[in-house]
C-alpha cells in the first residue's frame, strides 16, 4: 500500500488561499486519495475524495497530477476555524488482506491560521 | 444526534488494572475500527470489524481484545494496563470495508495510566 509523506507543519494567515501537498510516489492503479481534517480534542473528519484531475466540494478541491504521484489539497479563503491538522490517506477501494497501512494515518500536516 | 459515540471520555487508572471503552455507531455500518493516537499524534489502525467479525488486527499486544456483540458496536477491553497504553483512542465506522471508504470517528476516549 502507498505511503505518504506530507509537511509537518504550514503557517497561512486569514482570506489566503492554502495548498498541502502529499506525496505518494508507490501509488497503485486502484488507490485512491482522501483528505481528513482534525481538530484538538475531536477524531478525523472527512474532508475530500479524489482519483484523478480535479475534485471540489463546499469545503475545499483537491488537485491530483496525471502520474498521480501527489496531490494537492486547496482551502480557499482559509478562517482561524481552519487551524487543524489535515491527514491524506491513499488506499484501494477494498481491503484484500496483508498490511494495513492505507488506514494509517500518520502525523499529518498541522496547519496553523494566524489573523 | 451523535453518529459514533464513546464512553467514557476520559480514563484515569493505575498500572496493571483492566479497563473497557465502549463505541456505538447509528449509523447502520458494517464495519468499525479502533485506533490509537498517541502523544506525538501519530494515529495508526489497531483493529478493524466487519459484521462482527475480525478482519484487520494489527502488532497490538494481546493485551488488547475487542468485541464486537453486533455490527453497531465494537468495545475495546485492555488487560494489565501499562505506562505506555496512555493515548486517546478513536472508535471509527464506515459502510463498506475499503481504505478508501468514508471514516466516521467517534470523539475518542483519553486514557492515562499513572
Known amino acids: 500500500l502507498a505511503k505518504t509523506t506530507q509537511p509537518i507543519s504550514m503557517d497561512s494567515y486569514e482570506g489566503q488561499e492554502v495548498n498541502i501537498t502529499c506525496s505518494h510516489n508507490?501509488?497503485?492503479?486502484?488507490?485512491?486519495i482522501t483528505w481528513y481534517q482534525q481538530f484538538p480534542s475531536q477524531g478525523p473528519r472527512f474532508i475530500i475524495q479524489?482519483?484523478?484531475t480535479k475534485v471540489t466540494n463546499e469545503v475545499a478541491s483537491l488537485f491530483i497530477p496525471a502520474d498521480r504521484k501527489s496531490s494537492t489539497l486547496s482551502l480557499p479563503r482559509v478562517s482561524l476555524s481552519d487551524t487543524a491538522v489535515y491527514y491524506c490517506?491513499?488506499?484501494?477501494?477494498?481491503?484484500?488482506?496483508?498490511?494495513?497501512?492505507?488506514?494509517?494515518f500518520g502525523k499529518g500536516t498541522h496547519l496553523i491560521i494566524q489573523p | 444526534d451523535t453518529a459514533v459515540s464513546q464512553t467514557p471520555k476520559y480514563l484515569v487508572t493505575q498500572m496493571g488494572n483492566d479497563k473497557s471503552i465502549k463505541c456505538e455507531q447509528n449509523l447502520g455500518h458494517d464495519t468499525m475500527y479502533w485506533y490509537k493516537q498517541d502523544s506525538k499524534k501519530f494515529l495508526k489502525i489497531m483493529f478493524s470489524y466487519n459484521n462482527k467479525e475480525l478482519i484487520i488486527n494489527e502488532t497490538v499486544p494481546n493485551r488488547f481484545s475487542p468485541k464486537s456483540p453486533d455490527k453497531a458496536h465494537l468495545n475495546l477491553h485492555i488487560n494489565s494496563l501499562e505506562l505506555g497504553d496512555s493515548a486517546v483512542y478513536f472508535c471509527?465506522?464506515?459502510?463498506?470495508?475499503?481504505?478508501?471508504?468514508?471514516?466516521?470517528f467517534g470523539p475518542g476516549t483519553r486514557l492515562t495510566v499513572l
Open positions: 490517506l491513499v488506499g484501494d477501494t477494498m481491503y484484500s488482506g496483508g498490511g494495513a497501512d492505507g488506514l494509517t
Open positions: 508507490n501509488i497503485a492503479t486502484n488507490d485512491y
Open positions: 479524489g482519483y484523478k
Open positions: 471509527a465506522s464506515s459502510q463498506d470495508l475499503g481504505f478508501s471508504d468514508t471514516q466516521y
